[in-house]
Nanobody
Framework: QEQLVESGGGLVQPGGSLRVSCAAS????????MAWYRQAPGKEREMVAT???????NYADSVKGRFTISRDNAKNTVYLQMNSLKLEDTALYLC?????WGQGTQVTVSS
Protein backbone atom coordinates (compact mmCIF):
# COMPACT_ATOMS: atom_id res chain seq x y z
CA GLN A 1 0.00 0.00 0.00
CA GLU A 2 1.49 3.26 -1.10
CA GLN A 3 1.44 6.05 1.44
CA LEU A 4 1.95 9.76 1.59
CA VAL A 5 2.41 11.23 5.05
CA GLU A 6 2.33 14.96 5.67
CA SER A 7 3.88 16.69 8.66
CA GLY A 8 5.00 20.09 9.85
CA GLY A 9 1.71 21.92 10.19
CA GLY A 10 0.89 24.10 13.16
CA LEU A 11 -0.16 27.50 14.43
CA VAL A 12 1.66 30.54 13.11
CA GLN A 13 1.08 34.28 13.27
CA PRO A 14 0.31 36.33 10.16
CA GLY A 15 3.54 37.14 8.37
CA GLY A 16 5.24 34.06 9.74
CA SER A 17 6.72 31.05 8.00
CA LEU A 18 6.18 27.32 8.09
CA ARG A 19 7.48 24.35 6.15
CA VAL A 20 5.35 21.28 5.62
CA SER A 21 6.67 17.96 4.38
CA CYS A 22 5.23 15.00 2.53
CA ALA A 23 7.07 11.70 2.85
CA ALA A 24 6.33 9.02 0.28
CA SER A 25 6.48 5.35 1.17
CA UNK A 26 8.38 4.37 -1.92
CA UNK A 27 10.89 5.89 -4.27
CA UNK A 28 8.52 5.16 -7.15
CA UNK A 29 6.98 8.53 -6.46
CA UNK A 30 10.26 10.12 -7.53
CA UNK A 31 9.34 9.29 -11.11
CA UNK A 32 6.13 11.31 -11.00
CA UNK A 33 4.89 14.79 -10.40
CA MET A 34 3.60 15.65 -6.97
CA ALA A 35 1.37 18.41 -5.70
CA TRP A 36 0.16 20.23 -2.63
CA TYR A 37 -3.51 21.05 -2.26
CA ARG A 38 -5.37 22.71 0.56
CA GLN A 39 -8.90 22.69 1.85
CA ALA A 40 -10.40 25.24 4.19
CA PRO A 41 -13.68 24.64 6.06
CA GLY A 42 -16.63 25.21 3.76
CA LYS A 43 -14.45 25.64 0.71
CA GLU A 44 -13.47 23.43 -2.18
CA ARG A 45 -10.10 21.77 -2.31
CA GLU A 46 -7.69 23.91 -4.33
CA MET A 47 -4.29 23.31 -5.90
CA VAL A 48 -1.49 25.19 -4.18
CA ALA A 49 1.65 24.05 -5.99
CA THR A 50 2.91 21.30 -8.24
CA UNK A 51 6.33 19.92 -9.07
CA UNK A 52 7.27 17.58 -11.89
CA UNK A 53 9.76 14.74 -11.61
CA UNK A 54 12.27 17.07 -13.30
CA UNK A 55 11.65 19.80 -10.77
CA UNK A 56 9.50 22.18 -12.80
CA UNK A 57 7.06 24.03 -10.58
CA ASN A 58 3.69 25.72 -10.84
CA TYR A 59 1.79 27.78 -8.26
CA ALA A 60 -1.66 29.10 -7.60
CA ASP A 61 -1.82 32.85 -8.10
CA SER A 62 -2.73 33.31 -4.44
CA VAL A 63 0.60 31.90 -3.22
CA LYS A 64 3.04 32.97 -5.96
CA GLY A 65 6.06 34.70 -4.52
CA ARG A 66 5.29 33.43 -1.00
CA PHE A 67 5.34 29.62 -1.25
CA THR A 68 8.04 27.36 -2.66
CA ILE A 69 7.61 23.69 -3.50
CA SER A 70 10.67 21.46 -3.68
CA ARG A 71 11.55 17.79 -3.61
CA ASP A 72 14.36 15.65 -2.25
CA ASN A 73 14.27 12.39 -4.16
CA ALA A 74 16.93 10.84 -1.94
CA LYS A 75 14.46 11.17 0.94
CA ASN A 76 11.29 10.52 -1.10
CA THR A 77 10.01 13.81 0.27
CA VAL A 78 8.31 16.89 -1.09
CA TYR A 79 8.31 20.16 0.83
CA LEU A 80 6.23 23.31 0.81
CA GLN A 81 7.96 26.33 2.28
CA MET A 82 5.36 28.95 3.18
CA ASN A 83 6.42 32.53 3.90
CA SER A 84 4.48 35.70 4.59
CA LEU A 85 1.53 33.63 5.72
CA LYS A 86 -1.92 35.20 5.70
CA LEU A 87 -5.09 34.42 7.60
CA GLU A 88 -6.59 33.05 4.40
CA ASP A 89 -3.84 30.44 4.15
CA THR A 90 -5.46 28.58 7.03
CA ALA A 91 -6.41 25.13 5.74
CA LEU A 92 -5.69 21.44 5.78
CA TYR A 93 -2.72 20.92 3.48
CA LEU A 94 -2.62 17.66 1.56
CA CYS A 95 -0.08 16.19 -0.81
CA UNK A 96 -0.89 13.97 -3.73
CA UNK A 97 0.86 11.86 -6.33
CA UNK A 98 -0.73 9.58 -8.90
CA UNK A 99 -4.05 8.56 -7.35
CA UNK A 100 -2.76 8.71 -3.79
CA TRP A 101 -3.52 11.34 -1.16
CA GLY A 102 -2.13 11.87 2.30
CA GLN A 103 -4.25 12.58 5.37
CA GLY A 104 -3.15 16.19 5.50
CA THR A 105 -1.51 18.50 8.00
CA GLN A 106 -3.36 21.47 9.52
CA VAL A 107 -1.94 24.95 9.06
CA THR A 108 -3.59 27.69 11.11
CA VAL A 109 -2.63 31.32 10.68
CA SER A 110 -3.92 33.40 13.55
CA SER A 111 -2.86 36.28 15.75
Amino acid sequence: QEQLVESGGGLVQPGGSLRVSCAASRSIFNQYGMAWYRQAPGKEREMVATITSEGDTNYADSVKGRFTISRDNAKNTVYLQMNSLKLEDTALYLCTALEYWGQGTQVTVSS
